[in-house]
């Protein structure tokens, strides 16, 4: 929050005098002892109400219309990799669904499956294999997080 407001300032402070304001948008990024904090469901929201209700106020404005997330855990994984532990065979089973074809193929197909619905897919677009790993990449940042106990 400290961040975000020190930047808000910072960025308003640059404006000339005939600019009524800004509409930022925020992209959170790397690791970050904060990553479980962050990560917690509508905390970004507050977040985004506190930075509305300090600067849309007030004269040039600032709106945050959108904080996104690509922050990981501060944890490392070839530490984890090292051991013998539940963490590690996680780990180990997560790295070996981004190598196998096969894997990916029924996953993709578990991920599209709901979209055999006519309905439904008026309003989800087929996942591909990028964004089958980027799902993949965030779920082991989050089961990281839970089974360390963050």
Not at 31 to 41: A, D, G, Q, R, V
Not at 71 to 96: G, H, N, T, Y
Not at 109 to 136: D, F, V
């Amino acid at each position: 929050m400290d961040l975000l407001s020190d930047r808000s300032e910072e960025e308003l402070s640059n404006l000339t005098n005939g600019e009524k304001g800004i509409v930022s948008r925020w992209r959170l990024t790397g690791s970050s002892p904060l990553y479980h904090e962050l990560t917690i469901p509508d905390k970004i929201e507050e977040i985004k109400e506190i930075l509305i209700e300090r600067f849309f106020t007030q004269s040039p404005f600032m709106f945050p219309e959108t904080i996104r997330l690509s922050v990981k855990p501060i944890l490392e994984r070839s530490e984890f990799l090292s051991q013998e532990s539940f963490i590690s065979d996680f780990l180990r089973l997560a790295e070996k669904g981004k190598d196998d074809n096969q894997l990916k193929t029924e996953l993709l197909g578990m991920l599209n499956q709901p979209l055999s619905n006519r309905m439904i897919r008026k309003y989800l677009t087929e996942k591909n294999e990028q964004e089958l790993l980027q799902i993949l990449e965030e779920a082991v940042d989050l089961g990281m997080d839970l089974l360390s106990g963050g």
